[in-house]
């Protein structure tokens, strides 16, 4: 099992930037896939980054270019450093990884909220 808590959430101004963290309780260096989802009020929860162990990461467009994923395997957590946020980056980020006998596993979430 993993446990994934995260943190880094806050309010900001469109332009602000922000680093959500989310620290695993084991060891990550083996695990397949993590990455970040989000989800906005009334909203389906959808990808916004997904980093797999031989380096490969995938974006949502929506976030191509502002949001940069990172993953520290010493530290046991990875990063998502975002930039040039706008309103519409407004929701709870959540966590997400995905073992390699395909577990997935989620954060509690945290809020991000991005003012005009």
């Known amino acids: 099992q993993v446990h994934l808590v995260e943190s880094g959430g806050g309010l900001v101004q469109a332009g602000g930037s922000l680093r959500l963290s989310c620290a695993a309780s084991?060891?990550?260096?083996?695990?397949?896939?993590m990455g970040w989802f989000r989800q906005a009020p009334g909203k389906q929860r959808d990808l916004v980054v997904v980093?797999?162990?031989?380096?490969?990461?995938n974006y949502a467009d929506s976030v191509k270019g502002r949001f940069t994923f990172s993953r520290d395997n010493a530290q046991n957590t990875v990063y998502l450093h975002m930039t040039s946020l706008k309103p519409e980056d407004t929701a709870v980020y959540y966590c997400?990884?995905?073992?390699?006998?395909?577990?997935?596993?989620w954060g509690q979430g945290t809020q991000v909220t991005v003012s005009s």
């Open positions: 997400y990884a995905s073992t390699s006998t395909l577990d997935d596993y």
């Open positions: 084991r060891s990550i260096g083996s695990i397949n896939a």
């Open positions: 980093g797999y162990s031989d380096g490969q990461t």
